[in-house]
């Protein structure tokens, strides 16, 4: 099943997921019409399957191939209820310390890296990156709401041994 992303601003969102599924423009503007501004959003608009005609295709006038987007668009739906119905499972499990600082899948890191360059730009040097366990334990907490705080002695300490580190020269003997 393809599985929707929320993305930075709704008109991305929605581009993406109407891209993923299929659907035309009108589509995705009548979803931006009603008020959706997340994945949540389109997801509790409508109670089950059969409202999405309703409440997303019937407004549409002129729209080419109703039936086979009324299907798409279900389709898309249905994506969004599992994807949000399993967030809200996670959320209430508990999670054990292992799982907090094991890493996320490789592909949803690079997907986290290429959102991060498309959104600010910029580059940096594998030196200042943050490695990807780091970006995986803060991941799942914003996922989970579960926020900590860093004691700050930690990675002041860490930036001075880092910088006394490089100050060294080892010689042969």
């Known amino acids: 099943m393809n599985v929707p992303r929320q993305l930075g601003t709704p008109e991305e969102t929605f581009e993406a997921l109407c891209k993923q599924f299929n659907l035309s423009d009108p589509v995705k503007e009548c979803i931006l019409k009603q008020g959706c501004r997340t994945l949540s959003d389109f997801?509790?608009?409508?109670?089950?399957?059969?409202?999405?005609?309703?409440?997303?295709?019937?407004?549409?006038?002129?729209?080419?191939?109703?039936?086979?987007?009324?299907?798409?668009?279900?389709?898309?739906?249905?994506?969004?209820?599992?994807?949000?119905?399993?967030?809200?499972?996670?959320?209430?499990?508990p999670v054990s310390i292992e799982d907090e600082d094991a890493l996320l899948p490789s592909d949803e890191l690079q997907d986290l890296k290429a959102m991060w360059f498309r959104r600010y730009h910029l580059k940096p040097d594998p030196s200042v990156m943050p490695n990807d366990r780091l970006i995986s334990r803060l991941v799942r907490a914003l996922r989970k709401q579960t926020f900590e705080v860093m004691d700050l002695s930690i990675v002041s300490l860490f930036y001075l041994l880092l910088d006394i580190s490089t100050s060294y020269y080892t010689y042969e003997i």
């Open 43 to 93: 997801r509790f608009m409508v109670q089950d399957e059969s409202e999405v005609k309703t409440v997303f295709i019937d407004p549409l006038r002129d729209l080419e191939g109703p039936k086979l987007q009324t299907a798409r668009l279900r389709h898309a739906w249905t994506a969004c209820k599992a994807l949000i119905d399993s967030q809200q499972i996670q959320s209430t499990q």
